[in-house]
Structure formats: structure tokens, C-alpha cells
């Protein structure tokens, strides 16, 4: 069966203190690859996409990268701006979404 | 641009009364439209998504239902609420299979069910 999980579950950092989130996944036929921001009571914002292996996608302190297995998000020098939930889904070959329960993550000034 | 929109914002319910749920979309045409609920601390969970006008799939057997009247209007109902029933609904759209690949979402509403 198709799942997506997301670790840690949660993460306080350091202002400035860089650190990776992890996505991993079992899906039949990847369709993509999505990141989203949530901020509490919010809808998720859409960060990223990624289609293929070895891919990258930056956006001003993240960068998102792709494996056969997991991707990851980068968080490098972040800011207390930076605080949200952080949601990772897949598309599969039957154009069905399937979602982590995310990760919160907490920087502290 | 597109724009996806949701009301209302928050909604509290007693135990039995229905419910309806309105989101628009603005900008496209003939998207794929989903139904999600967060729960408290919880990953989505993928209620329903529509292909096109009066195409319908469910993915959680439950006492919610799912129209689509128009092309970019989803509407979620229920004829009695839960307690259960209680959450976080998110919609959201995608692009046709084949097209834009990206699911964009609303800004959600909050509903109590009491």
C-alpha cells in the first residue's frame, strides 16, 4: 500500500541552527513529490515539486531534494519566520495524493 | 491567477444538524477538486475528488456526501453531524491528469460539532 512518512515528527532549533526534515515513500509509479508549509490554522502552502530522482528545488532558506526512497528538506541558518508544519505528499500513477502527518518545526530567536 | 476559496471560515454544529461546505475555484477550468480532513495534530485525510461535473469518488464510507454542481464549485454535506464529524476541511485543486500536477489549497474551515 501507498505511504508517505515524515520524520521527526517535531523539531526545535536554534536560530541559525541548519537541520534536514525527511520525507519517505512507497508508491506505485511517482507522479511527484510535493512540499507544503501549514501554519496553524491555515491551509498548506505549496513550496515544492519534484518529479525525478536527484532533483533539487531551492526557495530561500530550503532546498528540497529527491531519492528513489525519501526526499529531504534543507533548512539552512532558519528563522524564528521559519515555525510551521511542515507536509510532505506523493502523486501516484493513479493521480491519487497521499500526505505525511508532517513535521512542526519550532526555531527559537 | 488562480484562486481557491472556502466558506465558511469556522462552523459550530449541534449533533444531528446537516451541513454544507461551499469551495470555488477561480482562474482554471475542468480541474480536480478534493475534499480533506485535519484532524487535531493529524495528516490529511483524503475525503473525496472529483474528476469533473457530477463525477464523484469517495474514499472514507462515512455519513458525508460530495457534489459538484459546477465545473469550479465542490460542495461537502451532511445530512446529520457527528461528533466526529469534527476537524479541519480542506479543499483543493489540481490540474487535469496529464496537466498542472500540483495541488493548491484552500484556506480551510474550522467546524465544532457540539
Known amino acids: 500500500e501507498d505511504q508517505v512518512t515524515q520524520s521527526p515528527e517535531a523539531l526545535r532549533l536554534q536560530e541559525g541552527e541548519s537541520s534536514s526534515l525527511n520525507c519517505s515513500y512507497t508508491v506505485s509509479g511517482l507522479r511527484g513529490l510535493f512540499w507544503y508549509r501549514q501554519d496553524p490554522g491555515k491551509g498548506p502552502e505549496f513550496l515544492f515539486t519534484?518529479?525525478?530522482a536527484g532533483e533539487e528545488k531551492e526557495k530561500e532558506r530550503l532546498k528540497a531534494t529527491l531519492t528513489k526512497k525519501e526526499s529531504f528538506l534543507h533548512i539552512t541558518a532558519p528563522k524564528p519566520e521559519d515555525s510551521a508544519t511542515y507536509l510532505c505528499?506523493?502523486?501516484?500513477?493513479?493521480?491519487?495524493?497521499?500526505f505525511g502527518s508532517g513535521t512542526k518545526l519550532n526555531v527559537k530567536p | 491567477s488562480q484562486t481557491i476559496h472556502q466558506w465558511p471560515a469556522t462552523l459550530v454544529q449541534p449533533v444531528g444538524s446537516p451541513l454544507s461546505l461551499e469551495c470555488t475555484v477561480e482562474?482554471?477550468?475542468?480541474?480536480?477538486l478534493y475534499w480533506y480532513r485535519q484532524a487535531a495534530g493529524r495528516g490529511l485525510q483524503l475525503l473525496f475528488y472529483s474528476v469533473g461535473i457530477g463525477q464523484i469518488s469517495s474514499e472514507v464510507p462515512q455519513n458525508l456526501s460530495a457534489s459538484r454542481p459546477q465545473d469550479r464549485q465542490f460542495i461537502l454535506s451532511s445530512k446529520k453531524l457527528l461528533l466526529s464529524d469534527s476537524g479541519f476541511y480542506l479543499c483543493a485543486w489540481s490540474g487535469p491528469f496529464g496537466g498542472q500536477e500540483t495541488q493548491y489549497f484552500g484556506p480551510g474551515t474550522r467546524l465544532l460539532v457540539l
Open positions: 519534484l518529479y525525478s
Open positions: 505528499a506523493v502523486r501516484d500513477n493513479f493521480n491519487k495524493f497521499y
Open positions: 482562474g482554471t477550468s475542468n480541474p480536480n
